[in-house]
């Protein structure tokens, strides 16, 4: 891990002056897990996980939302800031401000979209095929989620049909017994 982190802090920035890093992947796929590791041995970089950003009525629908209170302001080298969504109480919190770091890790499915690509220093893609991915996640979220994760497998089958990630991903990250591989991808 300590490698890939080495290798992310000599990209040039990408967005001002921050080398934007996408981990995108399945719902379930270990996303949220691995870019908290990635974070630690970069040093406690910032994570933005997507799930604040999308919602119930938006599950891909935040690209414009994102550019505004994200990226643009972290390309002009200011804070940003976003109101992160509660998926228990279906409404957006207050604003938290996101300050330019050296290295800002985006993760969450969609995290590579077409729309988000030119600021990106990298994109990762966590290598899981979407079945394991989707049986991992509705574990995780159990019985409560179960009428949502109906809605969120179609909604994801559409966003990556028309909008494929995967292709694109320079780097693709599989868990093993001992950590992660990382290998090149096409991107």
């Known amino acids: 891990m300590q490698h890939l982190a080495t290798a992310l802090q000599g990209l040039p920035p990408s967005c001002g002056p921050v080398r934007l890093v996408a981990v995108d992947g399945h719902a379930g796929s270990g996303k949220t897990t691995f870019a908290g590791r ?27 939302r994102l550019l505004t209170e994200v990226i643009g302001p972290l390309g002009r080298g200011e804070t940003a800031h976003y109101s992160p969504y509660d998926w228990h109480s279906r409404r ?69 049909a028309e909008d494929p990630s995967r292709p694109y991903a320079d780097l693709l990250v599989t868990q093993t017994q001992q950590g992660y591989e990382v290998l090149p991808g096409r991107g």
Do not use: K
């Open 92 to 160: 957006f919190g207050p604003p938290r401000p996101l300050p330019p770091a050296p290295v800002i890790l985006v993760e969450g499915v969609g995290a590579g979209r077409r729309a988000l690509r030119p600021y990106l220093a990298r994109l990762l893609w966590m290598e899981l095929p979407h079945e394991e991915s989707w049986a991992r996640g509705r574990i995780r979220d159990g019985a409560e989620q179960r009428d949502f994760w109906v809605r969120w497998v179609a909604a994801e089958r559409d966003h990556f």
């Open 38 to 64: 990635l974070a630690a041995a970069l040093g406690g970089a910032p994570v933005l996980h997507l799930d604040d950003i999308a919602s119930h009525e938006e599950l891909f629908g935040w690209t414009g």
